[in-house]
């Protein structure tokens, strides 16, 4: 029991130098703005991203860097959207969490999963696409230096549904 209590201690002064320390990153404030990231989740994709401003050129090649993406494949008639499986387990873990963690924080998080899920997606494919979906709007959280909003992250998806609603009725 006085192995597992100093174990904790141990973690605990870690995890402190580890707030201290992302908290002073010029980004953090970014990614902290985001729903469903916190402390840990932010320093563990910071660092498997990296904080390069050049490194990646637009969303597209971040989330194909992250393995969110998915990889198409179709011939004549036939489509198919696969998950990659080469990919950086690290960030794809906690991007996972992330996308799981946000459902609970973001309305327009939890609409785009519950769309996914009544087309027919498994949970961890409708997490995949939400993950997808948040690794861009985290890109364009970086890129244009401004921190997360979620009228301007979700609003032109929930207009859309407003508009089939309308439509359907």
């Keep these: 029991m ?3 209590a100093a174990l ?3 973690i605990d ?3 402190a130098e580890m707030a201290d320390h992302f908290e002073q990153h010029p980004d953090s404030d970014f990614y902290l703005s985001l729903p469903g990231v916190g402390v840990v989740l932010g320093a563990r994709a910071l660092g498997e991203f990296g904080d390069d401003p050049n490194r990646y050129a637009d969303a597209k090649s971040r989330k194909n860097s992250a393995g969110t993406s998915p990889i ?3 011939s004549g008639t036939r489509y198919v959207a696969l998950a990659r499986f080469v990919r950086n387990n690290r960030l794809a873990d906690a991007l996972d969490q992330w996308a799981f963690s946000s459902i609970t924080s973001s309305p327009g998080a939890r609409a785009f999963y519950n769309r996914r899920r009544a087309t027919g997606d498994s ?3 409708a997490l995949r696409a939400l993950a ?3 690794v861009g709007i985290l890109h364009g959280c970086l890129d244009h230096q401004t921190r997360y909003d979620e009228n301007t992250a979700w609003g032109h998806r929930i207009e859309t549904d407003l508009k089939r ?3 359907a009725a």
């Design 165 to 167: 609603v309308e439509q």
């Design 132 to 134: 997808n979906r948040w």
């Design 13 to 15: 002064a870690l995890a």
């Design 123 to 125: 949970h961890h494919k």
């Design 8 to 10: 904790n201690t141990q």
């Design 72 to 74: 198409t494949r179709a």
């Design 2 to 4: 006085a192995i597992l």
